[in-house]
């Protein structure tokens, strides 16, 4: 395979991903981070890096928008829950350094 169409397969791939965590806003960033150590706001992050890598000036809150698909303040008040004490626990205990 050509790095071409890999590149496209990559992009693909992230899409779907970015496209099914917004389909499934039941499922917690806390849960996320919990079961595999990231989280909706580290692929923003992780998005904001790649464009810095290349010179593209990006603010955390345009990463998180371009993730997101709104800015963070508004999926999180849509969306995002408090946190459960066993979901604090478990986040203590995996130390996945958010």
């Known amino acids: 395979m050509d790095q ?8 693909a791939a992230f899409r779907r991903l970015r496209q099914h965590l917004s389909e499934r806003t039941d499922v917690q960033n ?7 150590g990231f989280c909706r706001n580290c692929l923003a992050r ?12 990006m603010t955390k ?4 928008e371009a993730f997101y698909g ?12 408090e946190a459960t ?5 478990d986040f203590e205990k ?5």
Do not use: C, F
């Open 85 to 89: 004490d066993a979901q604090k626990a």
């Open 94 to 98: 995996a130390g996945a350094g958010h």
């Open 61 to 64: 809150d345009a990463a998180r």
């Open 70 to 81: 709104m800015p963070y303040d508004v999926w999180r008040d849509m969306y995002q829950t």
């Open 30 to 36: 806390i849960d996320l981070m919990n079961m595999a």
């Open 46 to 57: 992780w998005y904001q890096e790649e464009a810095e890598k290349r010179d593209i000036a």
């Open 4 to 11: 071409s169409t890999r590149t496209e397969l990559e992009a």
